[in-house]
């Protein structure tokens, strides 16, 4: 019996030759000597030795391109092709080769691969984070009023579902707290002219907050006048969103958020439309505004109760409720989260009073303020 360990004697294969430089190919053998350890080509019509590749280069693949057999090639040259077609050379040539199967990664492939994947990932947050934004902002100026009210429309009907499921009902109705909230508003923007009338709704849930949607439309949130000691609170908090809506900043959060889903779609898979709307709901009703969006609709909200002679003083004790109740974010993370610190948000708008806190007429009676307290009730 021979020894496994024996190296065995030269032999031949028959094989056709793709130099990978030509169309054509070439009928040779394939001579492997395991003692010298080398595959050698040999042109089988002129007897010219074309190739000589070390058996610890060759490898093996099934290429579909190159009918039936195996093809074989040497590491690191990639042109070059050797297809045989017996399965019994194929064996043969895989005893000598003791790295036929191995799969070798070129040298500096992972560094090409982190560099081109690197490189992708930062051309995608440049367009989510810099050119996306910036686009948003220019396609909310061609967008008519008209236009913007029904994106608005379909949005705040998404808005409803999601909020309404918590308990059944969605917005409430009440002809006398929907009176004292129309009210409150017309006194806040009877100095001010919007580009479409507001269409301010409460919806019942216990979350405490108030969202703009495009179009003119606010949503009060029921948790929020239940959180409130006064109509002034309230007063203030709306104002914000009055600013929101001045500014357009629904509109263009719609457009960002269209886009960047659009984006992620090309990416990831199709992005139903159901499903879109239902990412820009979520992200009006968590106020993902940017800082600066947050901070001019504060100034805006500033300027609106001092035009309505009122004072910034609910404002400020409402930032504190909800410093309290939420926390704040204070170092660091002050310049991650969307919204500015809600302490220096207090401290600006005791900043901006400009009358005494009991020096002015309240923006709605007490039995006014009662009939917005209970509308949902």
């Not at 191995?102 to 492939?109: E, I, L, P, R």
């Not at 440049?126 to 029904?150: H, K, N, R, Y």
Request: aromatic share 6%.
């Amino acid at each position: 019996m021979a020894d496994p360990t024996t190296p065995l004697p030269a032999f031949a294969v028959s094989a056709r030759y793709f130099d990978g430089q030509s169309a054509g190919a070439r009928v040779v053998r394939g001579v492997a000597e395991q003692m010298k350890g080398r595959l050698q080509i040999v042109d089988e019509e002129s007897g010219r030795l074309l190739e000589e590749w070390p058996l610890v280069e060759l490898r093996m693949i099934r290429d579909p391109g190159f009918g039936d057999g195996i093809v074989f090639f040497r590491e690191g040259h990639d042109e070059a092709r050797l297809n045989v077609a017996s399965a019994q050379d194929a064996a043969a040539l895989e005893a000598v080769a003791p790295n036929l199967r191995k799969v070798s990664v070129a040298k500096g492939t992972t560094r090409k691969v982190l560099f081109w994947t690197g490189g992708a990932v930062a051309a995608l947050l440049l367009i989510l984070f810099v050119i996306l934004p910036t686009l948003s902002d220019t396609l909310a100026g061609l967008i008519s009023p008209e236009q913007e009210e029904t994106i608005g429309t379909t949005v705040v009907a998404q808005m409803e579902g999601m909020l309404g499921s918590h308990n059944g009902s969605g917005f409430c109705t009440s002809d006398a707290g929907q009176a004292a909230l129309d009210k409150m508003a017309e006194r806040l923007t009877g100095h001010i002219e919007l580009p479409y009338p507001l269409k301010l709704k409460v919806i019942r849930h216990p979350m405490v907050n108030a969202f703009a949607a495009p179009g003119g439309h606010i949503v009060i949130v029921s948790g929020l006048l239940d959180k409130a000691d006064s109509p002034e609170e309230v007063a203030g908090v709306l104002a914000h969103e009055i600013g929101h809506v001045y500014n357009r900043d629904p509109l263009r959060i719609t457009l960002r958020t269209a886009g960047s889903a659009g984006i992620l779609s090309m990416i990831l898979g199709d992005f139903a439309g159901g499903a879109l709307v239902l990412v820009i709901s979520q992200q009006l009703m968590q106020a993902s505004f940017s800082r600066e969006a947050e901070a001019g609709a504060d100034v805006f909200a500033f300027e609106a109760l001092r035009e309505a002679e009122l004072p910034t003083e609910g404002i400020a004790r409402f930032f504190e409720k909800l410093r309290d109740r939420y926390g704040d974010s204070e170092g660091a993370m002050e310049y991650l989260a969307s919204h500015p610190n809600l302490a220096s948000r207090a401290i600006a708008a005791r900043a901006a009073e400009s009358r005494g806190k009991d020096d002015f007429e309240p923006v709605l009676s007490a039995a006014e303020w009662d009939a917005l307290k209970v509308i949902c009730k």
